[in-house]
Each structure stands twice: as C-alpha cells, then as structure tokens.
C-alpha cells in the first residue's frame, strides 16, 4: 500500500509537496521533496538513463552530509548524564576528527614520499622514531599504518584531553587497533570521508599539501577542496 502524499499548492507560483515513505525496513524513514512540476520534470529526464548517479546524488550529498552534520552538532546516541555526559562528548568529539586524519595519513602513505607534504613527512618521520616497530627477520622497519600514525596524532594533540575525561584510560598509542575500533571504524564519518576523498580522485583534484592534519570542521575543509560546480556537473555528466 502506498503512503505517498501529494499537497497541492495554494497558488501556481508555489511548488508542491511530496511525501513518500521507504519501504521495510526502512519505513521510519521519510522522503519530502518540494518543487514545481517543471523542475521536476527536469530532474527526471536528466536521471532518467543513469538513475544510479540520482542514488549517488541521494546517499552522499543528502543522507551521508546530513548525518555528518547531525553527529557534529548534536552527537550521536542518547547522551548519559551525570559524570559520564563529559566522557561521552569527548569521544563523539574524537569520532569527528579522528576519521578526518586517518583519511589523510592514509591518503598520502599511498602515495610516493617525495610527494607528500612537509608536515606529514614530519609527523612520519616523528612516529618512526617514538613508535615504530621492526620485523623480526628481516630487522627492517615496519611500514607505518594509517591507523597507528592517526592514534599517534590524536595522542600528541588530545593526550591530556583524554586523561581528564577519562583519567583510567590508556594513552591510544599502547592501543591503535582499539583505537581504530572505536574512533574510526565506528564513526559514519569514515566512509563519509571515504567517498568524498574518491570524489576527489575521480575529479582528478590533487589533495591539498596544506590541509591541517586536525581540524574542528573537518567537512568544511574537504569541502572546500571542491569546485563550487563540482557536485553539479559529477552527477548529471
């Protein structure tokens, strides 16, 4: 049975309303979309030979930024009160930016070391020195994983944070893969960062050597790596 809801406008200049749920099992969730009939015309004759790219269009830059902005703003889950309620913002606060720069440490170990920037050859070379291991045979050093540069950072920047929120805990470096357990692969920011640094290599947009390693809006910066047109134009291409 179908639950779409159309409003008709008072007047002609005004757009209509329409309201459609998802089916199960996502029926708690509800589509509206506002527009005159021409404009929606318009976007069904523009998708209508590649709808997976409106699915693109719906996924990443309306479900994936709005969750972004929500968990930013508000967090995510019901927060505890009492005492707990400052650990709980520390680690929502943690889970914003520690995918930003695992995304970015990950980005440029991918790549040649002559082209990384000088601050992330810097934090590197500063890592290999404090943490990094060696392989037992072969004596060489290990090659640096995103996650364990990424708790390093979280570490030097955050450290003292931590302990006051959390006094008991451990410093994320005795535990990188804890720490990638809990900030990074239980964040949506994750994938969310993800897709907008594919985004970025599909553009052919070469990542910013002078991107800060940490950020408080991490979405406003890798944003603003994009053309003002650049959603535009990937998506109806």
Known sequence: ?????????????????????FPPPHENVKLIIIANSDDLLSLGTDYQENPE?????LLNHFIANGLWEITDR?????????????????????????????????????????KWPKPIKKVIKEFEDEMSSFAPRSGKRKKPKAHEVTSYIMERHFGKEREKNNPTSNPWTEDP????????????FTNWIKLRL????????????TLPITTEKPSEVILSLFPKNHTQNSLTK
Do not use: C, N
Not at 53 to 57: C, D, H
Not at 177 to 188: E, N, R
């Open 1 to 21: 049975m179908s639950t779409r809801q159309v409003v008709k406008p008072r007047a002609k200049k005004f757009p209509y309303r329409i309201e459609e749920t």
């Open 53 to 57: 790219k409106l699915g693109e269009l």
């Open 74 to 114: 508000f967090g995510t889950g019901k927060p505890p009160r009492g005492v707990h309620k400052q650990t709980w913002q520390f680690t929502q606060k943690m889970k914003i930016r520690a995918p930003y720069t695992f995304g970015l440490i990950d980005y440029w170990l991918k790549r040649p070391q002559e």
């Open 177 to 188: 893969d804890g720490f990638k357990k809990t900030y990074i692969l239980q964040s949506h």
């Open 198 to 209: 594919r985004d970025l290599e599909d553009s052919r947009i070469e990542l910013s050597p």
